[in-house]
């Protein structure tokens, strides 16, 4: 006989309904035209506030900006990080042990703070207000995930798997690309979205370095939450989840918990 | 065609093959054979390129290829821990020697089959090695090494982890694969059971050193160090006071022509004989191992002594017997001094003088 875990059961439901509340109440809200209380669903449905968004150049170009942003950031930061991620994982040079701490010490700092200091030797370089300035700073985000991700999966790999592949006579090149990157992909997937993710939802840096010139998703967001239309502000946030679960699906592929978990030293 | 030169290698000021040489001839398989830790992986990684030598040389087909990294040399090795590619499939794991080599798409499925099917894995073509049983995987490993036709097969403890039944089995189809396709081949092993069922020649290694080389038959009968001795089958050991050419073993004092001191005697179980003159043991345990019975024995002075005899010679429990021994090693300083064949008792030797 099955023993049905009811306490198990309460904590999943409750747990989903915390997750998935909040999301399933902004996404009404974005498709809501009225929707009053007492009502439970709202009482009048369109796309008039999705028209009235795109209708708006400033709406618009806060969009294409973020997603050229992030992309940007995140990929040449994984372009960055994850050789050398693989580089503390099979390399031993001196201070390494200090370096890769280095990266999550810099975590520990309040972030704005950080790019208060950033944004004044920007100054003087020219970068505030300038895009370049803003991929640059929002790599920063970037930088904890992809290499302590990568570093713990390039380290899960047993060697002699490359070891194998070398002594068939692959180059090291080949090795890297044929053998290692395939075998930490679901790792190097599960960083990439999560710092995607946060890169696309970072509002500091983007303030700070940004203004007034370079105005990103989430800093509309807050500009338009502070005008008290709900509407307005479910259909941004929607906005912002559709590329975000994008990746997500397109990687899921790849990704497992299991990936991630790794990532962490599970 | 292989040949291992003075090869000497130190781990942050741990020898860990200190100046080991040999030499394979085509076609034959050698074992590296020794406990845990004695420099035979080590030696087998120095002969594949994957670790580098301090100093000494390896050569094979009288090309010197010391300082040729793995994947220029004509090596392949098959990994303890199979080492397959799990995102790849069966057919890719075995295609990747010729893929790297840049062979036509064709060829290396034709290679790939023919090899697939020489180890009998046609049918796994498209598996995943995740759904692969252990010998299987390492019967993949093996084929993936065959494909690219080395000219020296490696083989890194490869069926160590696989239960012993699977192990025998793979022993015998990897013998007769070896043989047929005449690979030279190194297989390194810590079961000296395994080493003297495959191998032609076998390198008896202990503490990085090699202690000696020769057919399994050879080390068994005639070991040359008291290293050898104690790790190829198994022997009755005791050490003793030689003088005057005599020396006490087990109570009985042996005929002995050797130069005074203490000296080691080895005699292997299957080598005592019951005799009236013999060392006086009671039966302390009988073990029916079926086709021989190993008799434990408590001698006069205490010791332990191994006996096996046929089943049908097997003593009762509690019996008391007198052994000699008809083959005895006598080691000093780990060396060996001498191998008496039917050594006399002193007495009895006095009594026909």
């Not at chain 1, 960083?191 to 940004?210: P, R």
């Not at chain 2, 390129?49 to 090309?63: N, P, R, W, Y």
């Not at chain 2, 022993?171 to 395994?194: M, N, S, W, Y």
Request: glycine share 8%.
């Amino acid at each position: 006989m099955k023993r049905t875990p009811f306490g198990g059961l309460i904590l999943l439901v409750s747990m989903g309904l915390a997750m998935l509340g909040p999301i399933v109440t902004v996404i009404l809200w974005a498709f809501a035209v009225k929707w009053r209380y007492p009502h439970l669903l709202p009482t009048e449905w369109g796309l008039k506030y999705w028209f009235a968004m795109f209708g708006r150049e400033t709406v618009i170009t806060p969009i294409l900006t973020s997603l050229a942003l992030t992309s940007i950031a995140t990929t040449t930061a994984a372009l960055i990080c994850w050789p050398a991620a693989y580089a503390f994982a099979r390399l031993k040079f001196p201070g390494r042990q200090l370096l890769l701490f280095s990266f999550i010490a810099a975590q520990a700092v309040p972030k704005f703070a950080l790019f208060v200091s950033i944004a004044v030797i920007f100054l003087k370089l020219g970068l505030v207000g300038n895009f370049w300035g803003v991929v640059v700073v929002q790599m920063l985000s970037a930088v904890l995930f992809m290499i302590w991700i990568p570093t713990a999966a390039f380290r899960g790999i047993p060697p002699a798997l490359e070891e194998a592949a070398f002594d068939l006579g692959a180059s090291r090149l080949r090795v890297f690309v044929l053998i290692t990157l395939p075998q930490a992909m679901p790792a190097l997937a599960a960083s990439y979205v999560l710092a995607f993710v946060s890169i696309l939802f970072e509002v500091d840096s983007a303030l700070l370095i940004g203004a007034p010139t370079i105005t990103t998703m989430p800093l509309l967001l807050m500009s338009l939450s502070a005008q008290i239309i709900v509407q307005e502000a479910a259909v941004l946030c929607v906005l912002i989840w559709v590329p975000c679960a994008v990746l997500l699906l397109l990687s899921r592929r790849f990704m497992t918990a299991r990936g991630i978990a790794q990532g962490f030293g599970a | 065609m292989l040949q291992i030169d003075s090869i000497t290698k130190t781990y942050q000021g741990t020898p860990a093959v200190r100046d080991a040489s040999f030499r394979v001839a085509r076609g034959e398989l050698v074992c590296l054979l020794g406990p845990s830790g004695c420099g035979k992986s080590t030696l087998l990684r120095i002969i594949s390129g994957l670790t580098a030598c301090d100093s000494g040389t390896v050569s094979i087909e009288g090309v010197d290829m010391t300082a040729t990294q793995a994947n220029r040399r004509p090596t392949a090795m098959v990994f303890q821990s199979h080492a397959l590619w799990s995102h790849m499939n069966v057919a890719q794991n075995v295609g990747f020697g010729l893929r790297v080599r840049g062979l036509p798409k064709a060829e290396i499925a034709a290679k790939t089959a023919a090899v697939l099917d020489l180890v009998g894995l046609s049918a796994f073509a498209k598996r995943l090695p995740a759904e692969l049983s252990g010998g299987q995987a390492q019967r993949v490993a093996l084929a993936r090494c065959l494909v690219v036709e080395p000219k020296v097969l490696l083989m890194d403890e490869p069926f160590s982890a696989l239960d012993a039944h699977l192990r025998k089995g793979l022993r015998e189809e990897l013998k007769a694969l070896q043989g047929r396709l005449d690979l030279t081949t190194i297989f390194v092993t810590h079961d000296q059971e395994e080493a003297m069922e495959l191998a032609d020649r076998i390198v008896v290694m202990q503490g990085g050193r090699v202690e000696q080389v020769g057919p399994p038959g050879a080390l068994y009968q005639n070991p040359s160090t008291l290293g050898v001795a104690q790790f190829i089958g198994a022997m009755n050991t005791c050490t003793s006071n030689l003088r005057h050419s005599a020396v006490d073993w087990y109570g009985v004092t042996l005929r002995m022509p050797l130069p005074d001191g203490e000296v080691a005697l080895l005699c292997r179980p299957e080598d005592l004989s019951i005799d009236p003159n013999g060392a006086a043991a009671r039966v302390a345990r009988v073990i029916d191992l079926g086709p021989v019975t190993k008799v434990n024995l408590i001698t006069e002075t205490g010791d332990l002594l191994t006996w096996t005899c046929p089943r049908d010679q097997a003593p009762d429990l509690g019996r008391v017997m007198t052994l000699l021994p008809r083959r005895l090693h006598a080691f000093r300083g780990g060396a060996l001094m001498g191998l008496m064949e039917a050594p006399l008792p002193a007495q009895a030797q006095g009594a026909t003088a």
